[in-house]
């Protein structure tokens, strides 16, 4: 499998933006797609994620202003990021968990002004 994330880009504070992840390849029906982001000096850390059930699960900083979906069908999932912050800013890679396999995509850089 592998990912393709897109949809970064510069946006103003307040702004909104919609990351994208598409999949190539078979994915296992038991999994989890997520959106991770890192900045400089920092671990990467979960942003939002959702199971192959539907349940999903979101960072404290994020809750409330962004919202992670999917579509099976396309085999892609987004993240709809409103209310951006400057310290949103940051690289996002969108992330495929399924028994046996961890896949990342390649990361597109978010950056939020002033």
């Known amino acids: 499998v592998q990912l393709q994330a897109s949809g970064g880009g510069l946006v103003q504070a307040g702004g909104s933006l919609r990351l994208s992840c598409a999949a190539s390849g078979s994915i296992f029906r038991i999994n989890t797609k997520g959106w991770y982001r890192q900045t400089p000096g920092k671990e990467r850390e979960l942003v939002a994620s959702?199971?192959?059930?539907?349940?999903?699960n979101y960072a404290d900083s994020v809750k409330g202003r962004f919202a992670i979906s999917r579509d099976s069908a396309k085999n892609t999932w987004y993240l709809q990021m409103n209310s951006l912050k400057l310290e949103d800013t940051a690289v996002y890679y969108c992330?495929?968990?399924?028994?046996?396999?961890?896949?990342w995509g390649q990361g597109t850089l978010v950056t939020v002004s002033s």
């Open positions: 959702i199971s192959s059930g539907g349940s999903t």
């Open positions: 992330n495929l968990w399924a028994p046996g396999e961890v896949v």
